[in-house]
């Protein structure tokens, strides 16, 4: 996180440090809020950052902008009503991949659940289910929305928003492990 007023942000050079940690198989996601599109690039670069992900009022011209050429982007949309993700489809038609995550006046990490109605069946791209999200209520977004990915964080946080609590990280991916083995093991092997 690399949004100054989130109480989760990181210094780029602590990031640095901790992608230097991570095994090759394991994405680094950079979250920006509107950052000047220099700025993102230089911190990319330093860092690492294998994909970028925008989540405040920037447009579709400043996430190009700001991403080195061989870097993607997600697009976060914050869910204020239905229709709201094929706006944002229609508009950031360069994004890799939309998170939805529930509208607050802040930018992200509210822990708030939007209505998952909201989510059209036909969608163009990968989404990210985010907001509200932890080990008792993952499986049932899953079987809902049946996103490419879900992210979570105060869903598995300590009382430090930086820290994330062993046990409630470990029950998250319980969850969803079951959630997958319980869709492999339906007769048609597809989702149920």
Known sequence: VFYPRSPRALAPEAARDLRRRL?????????????EPARV???????GLDVLQFHGDESAAQCGQSRPADVPFWRAVRMRQPGDLLESERVFDGAEAFLLDAFS?????????????????VRHRPLILSGGLDADSVGAAIRQVRPTMVDVSSGIQGADPRCKE????????????AEDARRSRSPS????
């Open 23 to 35: 095994p090759s198989y394991v994405s680094a996601v950079g979250l920006f809020v509107n950052e």
């Open 41 to 47: 690039r230089e911190i990319a670069g330093q860092v």
């Open 105 to 121: 006046d802040g930018y992200g990490g509210s822990g708030q659940r939007f209505d998952w109605s909201w989510i059209p069946p």
């Open 166 to 177: 062993t046990e409630r990280m470990a029950r998250f991916v319980a969850a969803v492990l």
């Open 189 to 192: 092997g597809t989702p149920t």
